[in-house]
């Protein structure tokens, strides 16, 4: 199997896309965890879950890393193959670079809201 050449901005400018969507993809199953009980500019989340609801805390922080990171690396492809003479494909380069900046973005304010404005429920 061959891997892919890296140093070719068409390959980079594909990748960076392909980074790009799978950080995007990431976006709305954080959104729905972070802000599933978001009320009055609090989020309620309980300290001891019990069944499902005890995943939520650690997949909040595993979606917003992935997301951030993903983004991050989309972006960083994206805008080192753009504007390139040998690019074949700047609107992937674009493409990539948009996606990847709107995932950092967005997952970054998701994070900060979640550690900003989540209350424990007292039983």
């Known amino acids: 199997m061959k891997l892919p050449n890296f140093r070719l901005y068409d ?6 896309t392909y980074l790009g ?4 993809i990431m976006l709305p199953p954080l959104a729905f965890f ?8 609090i989020i309620w ?4 879950p019990q069944g499902l609801a005890r995943f939520r805390v650690p997949l909040i922080y595993i979606f917003g890393a ?7 690396l989309g972006g960083l492809l994206g805008f080192n193959s753009l504007g390139q003479k040998r690019n074949d494909r ?6 990539g670079l948009a996606l990847g900046a709107l995932s950092v973005t967005l997952g970054g304010l998701m994070l ?4 900003k404005l989540k209350e424990a429920i007292i039983t």
């Open 45 to 48: 989340y309980h300290p001891n």
């Open 90 to 95: 700047q609107g992937l380069s674009w493409l």
């Open 21 to 24: 969507l799978v950080a995007a």
């Open 34 to 41: 972070v802000f599933r009980h978001y009320r009055e500019s």
């Open 11 to 16: 390959t980079q400018a594909r990748f960076a």
């Open 112 to 115: 900060f809201a979640w550690l």
């Open 66 to 72: 992935a997301s951030v990171g993903v983004g991050l």
